[in-house]
């Protein structure tokens, strides 16, 4: 073969040879490198997401709990009255003494540090599963805001409220409102935002994977849970009070203010109970007195916002400043004198029994009355204010009625109430219209009754009840005692005293 031939032959052969794809489109193997790539991360992140490897630790996890409980709750059960707002709701009201008291139910969803934005698509969402008569909205979240623009503590709480709603659509349509285009996927996935966990809590990691591999779930508690979350037992100490009357009050109503944001969302709130036919009511639960300065200035800029229509009493309860919310004490509120100041747990009671004979004065809101539905009985038989608002079962061999009258003035019924180490005695009464709650609150109902201590001989004797301020309300007035655990064998006479 000459050299000629054999040349020809080469030049042909290196001919047949291929090019390369990524040779000949350089641009379009880098497109699916990083294409696959970003598979890679996307499939990462949500397999991370779906096994919760990044979740933080939820023991302690009241929003998402509310959320959980909510759903689970409507399986079964309607939600009657829905309360929506931030912290200074959920330890404002007590929904169990507030369901006991109206005989229906009532639900508290609320997360921490949230504004109105936040309270609307809580609304919107809470909506798709029940259908309240009532929507109550606390005001403490209508203020100035901008969305796009929150940082720090007020971001990580409006990202705690985002993840632990459930719906996806109502989520995907709310998450260009909520935030800005740069925290999109930081609300949507707790690698993301906790993914520091590697090298700051890698203990988080290994108990969420241990959690997984066992298959338990991080918070389950079958008690009844309708929202309440409880913080503060006890009232503003004598070193407070000291420091209010040297320093003053440490919030000015001057410097509240509503901007378009915020009314926009409560026309946005109004406008979607008016198309579901659903009752609407603002709540504006108080601070201490002396927390806040140049009040009515605030009041003015939340009734202008709330609308005319608003600023009767019909539509917003202002418990901080109104006729008749004068008996809230220092032992109703938080011992602090920080700017955002919650309620103590017999502030809660206090004003929930307020909320509850608005509502009962309001002819226009009609809720349903479940006290004779045996599941509503067993649903909260036991529970907070039970007892303090509905009368045991003839078949209650512990929790006894002593005396029962069906008139509509007068005494109501006396119940016997066995506790763990002590029992209570507990007096309804019925005022008449001359009867004023200013004034009964200041007796004691005195019982003239004969008991019977252990194995000793009945005997006749004197029962003083002082006023219970925190579980009455304006046509119930309540006298109770914690006494030792004795038998009630009759009671002869009662009489008010001072």
Known sequence: MSKQRKRTQQVKQSNTIKTPWSVKKPIYSIILKFS?????????????????????????????????????????????????????????????????????????????????????????????????????????GLHKSNQYLLTGGALSDLFKSFSARKNLVSKIIATPFLFSLKNYPYAWSNTLRNHDYTSSNFNQIKQNIEMEKNNR??????????????????????????????????VDGLKFEINTEANNYIQKITDLCKSKDIELIFLTLPMYQKHVSNYSNWKKKLAQSLGTEFSSCEYWIDMQLGKGYEDFSIHCFENTYATNQHMTYNGSLLATYKLSDFILEQKRIMLPNRRKDKNWIKLFYFEEGFFENNSPRSNDKYNITLFRSDKHEGLNEILLLKR??????????????????????????????????????????????PFDIYHSKNNRLNFSINIQPIEVLEINDFSFVN
């Open 217 to 250: 779930s991080s918070s389950k508690n079958k008690k009844l849970y309708l929202g309440r979350y409880v913080r503060f037992q006890t009232g503003i100490e004598d070193t407070l009070l000291l420091k209010y009357e040297k320093s003053g009050a440490p």
């Open 36 to 140: 696959l790539f970003a598979l890679f991360i996307f499939v990462s992140i949500f397999y991370s997401d779906s096994r919760g490897i990044f979740n933080p630790d939820n023991t302690h996890n009241h929003t998402k709990r509310k959320w959980d409980s909510y759903y689970e709750f409507s399986k079964k059960n309607n939600v009657d009255v829905l309360l929506v707002g931030n912290s200074h709701l959920y330890t404002g009201i007590n929904p169990k003494n507030l369901s006991t008291s109206l005989g229906c139910n009532a639900f508290i969803l609320a997360s921490p540090g949230t504004g109105v934005a936040d309270h609307y698509f809580t609304l919107e969402e809470a909506l798709k599963v029940n259908n309240p008569k009532l929507v109550i909205i606390e005001t403490y």
């Open 420 to 465: 763990r180490d002590f029992n209570t005695l507990l007096v309804k009464f019925i005022p008449t219209p001359n009867q004023q709650y200013s004034e009964m609150k200041n007796m004691k109902v005195r019982l003239n009754a004969v008991v019977k201590v252990e194995d000793l001989q009945p005997q006749s004797t004197f029962i003083e009840l």
